[in-house]
Each structure stands twice: as C-alpha cells, then as structure tokens.
C-alpha cells in the first residue's frame, strides 16, 4: 500500500511540474517567438500609448466617431464578465433596449432601416467588429459631425473592410477602433 501511494505521489509531482509548469513556459515561449502581436493581445499603441486592443470592442458614444455593437459584457466591454445578455427574444427589458436603441439610430438617419449589428450584442459581448452594413449606415452621422463629404467617409469605411478568413469563413466585418483611428488621421 505504502509503495502504490508513493509512486501516486511521484507521478502528481511529475506531472504537475511537466504539465503545470513546464508545458506553459514553453508554450509561452513559442507565441512570444512566433507571434508576438497576437500573444500578447494584440495591443494598438499610438505616441507610446496603449490605446485598446484590436481584438476587445470599446464604446464609442461621440457622433465623430463610429460606433461598436452594444455589449453585455459587465458595464460594457468588460473582459473579466464577457458574455451575452442570455436574454429570451421575448423578454421585455431586452425589447424594450432594442426599441429604444432603433428610435436612437432613427433619429440619425430619418427613414433608413436600422442594422441589426447596431442593435443586438455579439455573443461574447466585446466584439470588435461591426457589419459593412453597420459601418455605412453611420455614414451620415460621422461625416456631419467632423465636417466631412460622406463621399470621403463612405470611401474610408469601403477601405476598411475585411473580407472573410481565408476566404470563406465568417463575414465581412469593419474593425470599429481601426476605423476611428483612420478617422482621427484624416485631417
């Protein structure tokens, strides 16, 4: 008895040293070799700066700029509660932001159908990436408030399209904080 318990001893040593310790340093490693950016979090810095991430959504709320899907995540974007609101369609409080948010929009573009982006969260609920569709609609609204041709703001949207991953997976999508960073670029 005395020997099987000591070998079970060993071997929960072993392995947690290997698998605890030793397997994530030099997974680590690899990503810190290979591919920086993404390892660590593929931060955008701007005059030394850490400005956000390209990869966690932020709330934008200024007419200047074009805004990110509402989130659930905790206040809003909050990467330690990510998660969607886990609302019934049916639900009241989830109809009633939703109502709110389309009369919101409607007020910006009289007459012009709402996105859907634009007024339901993603799943995770810090989505980075709004619809094509999304970013257009916010047109008219961005360039009035910057003193912009929409022409010129529609043709910085068009050149932030990302198509799909590898050509086939998921759905053209603008990255809201690339996007308002060009903006800011544009003098």
Not at 5 to 14: D, G
Not at 135 to 159: D, F, G, K, N
Request: hydrophobic share 40%.
């Amino acid at each position: 008895m005395r020997s099987t318990f000591t070998i079970a001893l060993r071997y929960t040593i072993v392995t947690t040293i290997l698998l605890g310790i030793v397997y994530p340093l030099v997974i680590t490693g690899l990503a810190q070799l290979t591919m920086r950016d993404k390892a660590n979090g593929q931060l955008i810095v701007r005059d030394g700066q850490i400005i956000g991430s390209a990869i966690i959504g932020q709330a934008f709320t200024s007419p200047r700029y074009f805004h990110s899907r509402p989130s659930a995540a905790g206040n809003g974007y909050d990467a330690t509660s990510s998660g969607g609101s886990s609302l019934a369609p049916s639900n009241k409080a989830l109809i009633t932001r939703i109502d709110g948010d389309v009369a919101t929009w409607q007020k910006q573009n009289p007459g012009q159908p709402v996105p859907i982006g634009l007024v339901t969260t993603s799943a995770s609920g810090l989505d980075p990436h709004i619809s094509p569709a999304d970013a257009l609609y916010q047109v008219p609204m961005v360039a009035a408030a910057r003193h912009l041709p929409e022409t010129t703001v529609r043709a910085l949207v068009e050149s932030h399209i990302e198509g799909r991953q590898l050509g086939f997976l998921g759905e053209p999508r603008v990255n809201v904080l690339e996007l308002n960073l060009a903006l800011d670029d544009m003098k």
